[in-house]
């Protein structure tokens, strides 16, 4: 599988950012899906999931309300829609995919949140 992230960038506090991860090399439909993020000095967390036919959603306590986990399965892509961006949601985000019992993971994308 591979996975590309896209859509980080430097937001105010405040702002929205969307989030993208295209999948290739699997059947997408097939994956489980997730965002987690990483900030500096922390450990990886994750932030939300999916599962293949988007019934069912999970996500963290500090995104929820705020942060909305979508896919799209004819276009093979997963979307994290964050809003109410604050500091503390800075982080590189990073897409997951589970597919038979293996994960696979993107290179992540830069999400700044700052003045």
């Known amino acids: 599988v591979q996975l590309v992230e896209s859509g980080g960038d430097l937001v105010k506090p405040g702002g929205s950012l969307r989030l993208s991860c295209a999948a290739s090399g699997f059947p997408f439909s097939r994956l489980l899906m997730s965002w987690y993020r990483q900030a500096p000095g922390k450990e990886r967390e994750l932030v939300a999931d999916?599962?293949?036919?988007?019934?069912?959603?999970n996500y963290a306590d500090s995104v929820k309300g705020r942060f909305t986990i979508s896919r799209d399965n004819t276009k093979n892509t997963v979307y994290l829609q964050m809003n109410s961006l604050k500091p503390e949601d800075t982080a590189v985000y990073y897409c997951?995919?589970?597919?038979?019992?293996?994960?696979?993971w993107g290179t992540g994308t830069l999400v700044t949140v700052s003045s």
């Open positions: 997951r995919a589970r597919f038979l019992g293996l994960y696979y």
């Open positions: 999916i599962s293949t036919e988007s019934v069912n959603k």
